[in-house]
T-cell receptor
Framework: AQSVTQPDIHITVSEGASLELRCNYS??????LFWYVQSPGQGLQLLLK??????LVQGIKGFEAEFKRSQSSFNLRKPSVHWSDAAEYFC????????????FGTGTQLKVEL | GAVVSQHPSWVICKSGTSVKIECRSL??????MFWYRQFPKQSLMLMAT?????????EQGVEKDKFLINHASLTLSTLTVTSAHPEDSSFYIC????????????FGDGTRLSIL
């Protein structure tokens, strides 16, 4: 079965600093990859997705992610963090033939220092 | 586009009560909807997959008689927590997926369920 690892439970960055959130997956083939963001007490918002093609994916709110097959990674990046980016970030994967079910990582809590 | 509405956002009720949660896709037709449960400071756990016009598929360990799912139309799925008890208190989130290849899941804002 596929699995998703987000090694960092908490990350704190200063406003204006760059950000990288790590995500590694375990699956025999290339899965579909997603990053979602969750604000407290709310549902999840899709930031970006990768299905195929260009390995650098642009998303909303200035986020991007790069798929690296050799490292089984799909790290999320933002060049300059804003205080409003403070939230929980989830990496997720789904596999072909898996009924479109998502497997989520454990999440990374981002705090932004002003 | 791709808005999913979930209602109610918060419900508090007595033990033994049944609670219904609605999940609607507002601007697209969702052939598949998913129900998740999220405990505090934890990730989402898939409870069941709901396909329009057919029985839901439950994940291992989820009691189908406890968590009744109905997906009667392409825009509405409901989750009913029957005879709720305090251990059922949690954050429940639905998602909906449009038909076609490579469509992501879009999530509702969740329902905070508190059983007294």
């Amino acid at each position: 079965a596929q699995s998703v690892t987000q090694p960092d439970i908490h990350i704190t960055v200063s406003e204006g600093a760059s950000l990288e959130l790590r995500c590694n997956y375990s699956y025999g083939a290339t899965p579909y990859l997603f990053w979602y963001v969750q604000s407290p007490g709310q549902g999840l918002q899709l930031l970006l997705k990768y299905f195929s093609g260009d390995t650098l994916v642009q998303g909303i709110k200035g986020f991007e992610a790069e798929f690296k097959r050799s490292q089984s990674s799909f790290n999320l990046r933002k060049p300059s963090v804003h205080w409003s980016d403070a939230a929980e970030y989830f990496c997720a994967v789904s596999i072909t033939g898996g009924g479109n079910k998502l497997t989520f990582g454990t999440g990374t809590q981002l705090k932004v220092e002003l | 586009g791709a808005v999913v509405s979930q209602h109610p956002s918060w419900v508090i009720c007595k033990s033994g009560t049944s609670v219904k949660i609605e999940c609607r896709s507002l601007d697209f037709q969702a052939t598949t909807m998913f129900w998740y449960r999220q405990f505090p400071k934890q990730s989402l756990m898939l409870m069941a997959t709901s396909n329009e016009g057919s029985k839901a598929t439950y994940e291992q360990g989820v009691e189908k008689d406890k968590f009744l799912i109905n997906h009667a139309s392409l825009t509405l799925s409901t989750l009913t927590v029957t005879s709720a008890h305090p251990e059922d208190s949690s954050f429940y989130i639905c998602s909906a997926r449009d038909s076609g290849r490579n469509q992501p899941q879009h999530f509702g804002d969740g329902t905070r369920l508190s059983i007294l």
